[in-house]
């Protein structure tokens, strides 16, 4: 590349409008010509977002997306799914929108972060160079924390938290179960990907079975005193299914946390004693942030510290954590979470490799869920970045004894917004 005379320079701040610092001008000057490379862990929510988002806004910086799946089923809407809202094909997606606009697209395992000689290693051997590395992992499942659960026997007591195939196990065993047989579930302990998700599974597993197992019921064991959207939920539970569910909170005196699993009888057993036979037992252990991370060096115990106001790694230079694997204080880990956090992620990569002016932090997550028919709830906040943590400045939430019109105008947005986010991430349209 040519020496810049004086006027040449002033003329190339003037042309990208990043003439904040003479750095941020010289890093812009740096990758005009392609040279920025951005590779991207995790096809999801954040993951999806932040590829669309550079390309995009950006289209000279290299930008590669390492997602193991050529087709993506997405976690949210998945209970949906479970219920007979959705039809598997209609919450799952490819990345062909992404490829046109330049995204080169791995369906491959990343095995490996080496954050000194900023490299990728694949499953396949294959090494990517980065200068910014997004990490959205995603979570892995605590096996450990239930005795007797491990990968070979989710895959006849499933999770799935990790939508895709194990969704699919979930919901043929309930087709197959007998009428009359009992579904068990146990949620995970605090924190863990989408907090209301259990119950709006609880919910949805209730309608089919009042609509097609109506001498069957769902017993709950929970780990905790107290969930999201707890009274909304339990408004449905005590009322349009109060013949279909039994909620165990855990408490001082009735600890209902299971401890144990028996793949061979199919029963689970809590903390206390209580044991119980399932027809179907859909256990969802504790989590942590995605193992790439903790390859990476960015994982502090279970979860990914990082600064609030562009979700930079606070371990490792030039690594960005967003989505569940992060630590996000406030905010939840959701869809839309990652989906809010990745505009922020795409925005700092690029003032940082194309200089790009950086935008204060502002962040938003509502959570959707289906209670019945035409009848959904949520819970929301905006955030911004505060002191080390992510800040909430203001929140909503439903209320119970909603009018039947409001729930169901809620419903629509959650439709609409389904729309909208699988856009952004696939880059629809």
């Keep these: 590349?040519?020496?810049?005379?004086?006027?040449?320079?002033?003329?190339?701040?003037?042309?990208?409008?990043?003439?904040?610092?003479?750095?941020?001008?010289?890093?812009?000057?740096?990758?005009?010509?392609?040279?920025?490379?951005?590779?991207?862990?995790?096809?999801?929510?954040?993951?999806?977002?932040?590829?669309?988002?550079?390309?995009?806004?950006?289209?000279q910086l290299d930008v590669t997306l390492i997602e193991v799946q050529p087709k993506y089923t997405t976690c949210f809407f998945s209970n949906l799914y479970l219920g007979g809202f959705r039809t598997f094909d209609s919450i799952t997606h490819d990345y062909d929108g992404l490829e046109k606009l330049g995204v080169k697209v791995i369906n491959d395992w990343a095995a490996d972060v080496d954050a000194a000689k900023k490299t990728v290693t694949l499953k396949s051997g294959t090494k990517l160079t980065y200068d910014k590395l997004v990490l959205s992992p995603g979570i892995d499942l605590k096996y450990e924390s239930i005795e007797g659960y491990s990968p070979a026997v989710a895959e006849k007591m499933p999770h799935a938290w990790k939508a895709g195939i194990q969704t699919q196990t979930l919901k043929k065993q309930l087709i197959d179960m007998p009428n009359g047989g009992v579904v068990v579930m146990s949620p995970?302990?605090?924190?863990?990907?989408?907090?209301?998700?259990?119950?709006?599974?609880?919910?949805?597993?209730?309608?089919y079975l009042k609509n097609h197992k109506p001498k069957s019921k769902l017993v709950i064991f929970d780990p905790k005193p107290k969930f999201s959207k707890m009274a909304l939920f339990m408004e449905g539970f005590n009322g349009v299914y109060k013949d279909f569910v039994e909620v165990n909170l855990t408490t001082e005196v009735d600890n209902f946390r299971v401890v144990r699993v028996d793949p061979n009888t199919n029963q689970v057993e809590t903390a206390a004693g209580n044991k119980m036979k399932g027809a179907v037992c859909n256990i969802i252990p504790a989590q942590r942030a995605g193992s790439i991370a903790a390859k990476a060096g960015c994982v502090e115990g279970d979860w990914c510290p990082v600064n609030p106001s562009d979700f930079s790694s606070t371990k490792v230079d030039d690594i960005y954590v967003l989505g569940d694997a992060s630590v996000a204080t406030k905010m939840p880990k959701s869809g839309f979470s990652a989906n809010s956090q990745a505009k922020v992620v795409a925005n700092a990569v690029q003032a940082a490799l194309a200089g790009k002016k950086k935008f204060p932090a502002r962040y938003r997550n509502t959570c959707w869920s289906l209670v019945s028919p035409q009848n959904s709830i949520k819970v929301g906040a905006s955030y911004k970045a505060g002191d080390g943590v992510v800040d909430v400045t203001s929140k909503f939430i439903s209320k119970t004894g909603e009018d039947a019109s409001l729930r169901a105008q809620t419903y629509k947005e959650s439709l609409?917004?389904?729309?909208s986010i699988t856009s952004e991430i696939f880059a629809k349209g």
Excluded at 18 to 40: E, S
Excluded at 188 to 207: F, K
Aim: aromatic fraction near 10%.
């Design 1 to 59: 590349m040519k020496d810049l005379t004086r006027r040449e320079f002033s003329k190339f701040l003037g042309a990208t409008g990043a003439a904040a610092t003479a750095t941020g001008a010289i890093n812009a000057v740096a990758y005009a010509q392609g040279a920025g490379k951005v590779v991207i862990i995790g096809g999801g929510a954040g993951g999806g977002t932040v590829a669309h988002f550079v390309k995009k806004g950006s289209p």
């Design 188 to 207: 995970p302990p605090n924190p863990y990907r989408c907090p209301p998700g259990p119950y709006e599974r609880a919910s949805m597993i209730c309608h």
């Design 416 to 419: 609409a917004w389904y729309d």
